[in-house]
């Protein structure tokens, strides 16, 4: 693909409907990579990793059709042929590649062949392979036990010198989970609006280079996918974060190296002893009607995997800081037995990179290590380690309190599905530099009072850009106090009361503009250093830019 950077999106659609023990009869690939573009931007990588895709999924068993360069009729027939033959059987494997470029049109995706044409919306809908009819093949054609299905398309608009389309959009669209069938889980190479990388000097881009390398690398898909994010992050000096949503509910496993799928509900449930830590690294409470709850971890291992049952007991907790303090942890996984997670089990963890819950628990749920409620409309943890910038994913309605305090991230986008910012957010993310706050946020609220407590913001010693939506009511106690980089801020119209020590300790704050009107009840006595709220209640005061004199704390309205 072009020269520097692109902005792709690499889809992988996992489809997995399975209820017994079985072995796939044949495992069936459609690999397709299109490059020469007759009317629109050329690429330069599909057909070689598409190419190499396919060769890799012959060594694993995979029956392949490789198609490069292909036009409209040429797709629709090898995908129509392509779902004939995984409706042979039930038992049937399927999966299948798509490189090349990829838009969406009003909402809508569409994978584009070499021939597509770019009179107008209607000539491009008309001339490209709707990614809606292929979910729709699988469920209604195929109706094979599994799918796996990887769209690497590059989102930029490959249509910038047209004049006819109109309604295109940047990128694929993102596919909310409730509007995905169960078992599908997907993964996005990047996070919606950030930029992937294409490789330049390379043969592969470095998703498909990490895609390759971690395909076959575990019996268990789950943890592939988690190399694929760490050598993607690893290839793209953490830049590029590939991107995950869907869920897979019906099965414990499946694997792209043998094919071996695992149900629900096993005849023999206890897994191998290996695959989880002693029961001598926990402490931990328990009885026959609550099962185990965990309430301290005292082994010395990076990666921890919890037990599903310890003295026979089923692990159903992990208390309040069961793993506080700890700097060795890297990763966590948490099986699917447990039904309660406390808000401060992972307190100041300072290395670990990820939160995994096993696919099979219906309380919790993980996305690149980051911990949700089951159908992820909760952010509930963000690993303290977690390193570089991060979106959060559209069906998020809801941030927990103090959901990233003290986290290593560097920016953050809120989406506006985010109606629930929670409280002392973001309160000592010392790195963390940008914000960027959805429409739906109505309040920024701090924990606590009278001089302690977490605010939204408290201590983020880099921040040198936040945006606040028109949609903020109230900045709570501490929000900003301490941030020392902020230089400028702007309160919009829409905010009516202003807490205690909101900017406070704000030392290098030498700019403030108010666009709206707020009450001397509501505009608390300590909220800046300085004079800045009398001259705010001043008669001459009230909204516009207020500016601190050199070497003091006095401000003047200009």
Partial sequence: MKTTKKITLNLVFLFFIVNTYVLAQNRYALVIGNNNYEKISKLENPVNDATDIAAKLRTLGYQVELQTNIGKVAMDRAI????????????????FWFAGHGIQIDGENFLLPI?????????????????????????????????????????????????????????????????????????????????AQDGTGKRNSPFAEAFMKNMDSSEDISIAVRGITMDTLRLTNNTQRPFTGGSIISLNYYSLKSGSIRPASPVTPSPAPQQYDDEKDFKFISDSKNGVI??????????????????????????????ADNQNITIVTIPNSVKKIENDAFWDCTSLIAINVDVQNTTYSSTDGVL??????????YPDGKQGAFTIPNNVTSISDLAFLR????????????????????????????????NGVTSIDGIGAGGGGYGAFLGCTSLTSVTIPNSVKSIGFAAFEACTSLTSITIPNSVTSIEQSAFTGCTNLTSITFQGTISSKDFDDDTFDGDLRAKYLARDGGPGTYRKLAGGNTWKKQ
């Fill in 80 to 95: 129509f042929n392509y779902m004939q033959r995984l409706a042979g059987s039930r038992e049937n494997e399927g999966f």
């Fill in 115 to 195: 021939d597509v044409d770019d009179t107008d919306d209607l000539s491009v809908r008309h001339t490209s392979y709707s990614v809606k009819l292929l979910t729709q093949s699988f469920d209604s054609r195929a109706r094979n036990k599994v799918n796996i299905v990887v769209l690497d398309a590059c989102r930029n608009n490959p249509f910038r010198n047209s004049g006819g389309t109109r309604s295109l959009s940047r990128g694929l669209s993102v596919i909310k989970d409730n509007e995905l069938p169960s078992d599908l889980f997907i993964i996005y190479s990047t996070a919606a609006d950030t930029v």
């Fill in 294 to 323: 965990v309430t301290e971890y005292i082994g010395s291992k990076k990666e921890v995997r919890i037990p599903p049952k310890i003295q026979n007991y089923f692990v159903t907790g992990i208390s309040y800081g069961a793993f």
């Fill in 372 to 381: 949700y409620n089951k159908n992820k409309t909760i952010l509930l943890k």
């Fill in 407 to 438: 986290s290593s991230l560097t920016s953050i986008i809120i989406p506006d599905s985010v109606t629930n910012m929670g409280s002392g957010t973001f309160c000592g993310c010392k790195k963390l530099a940008r914000v960027t706050i959805g």
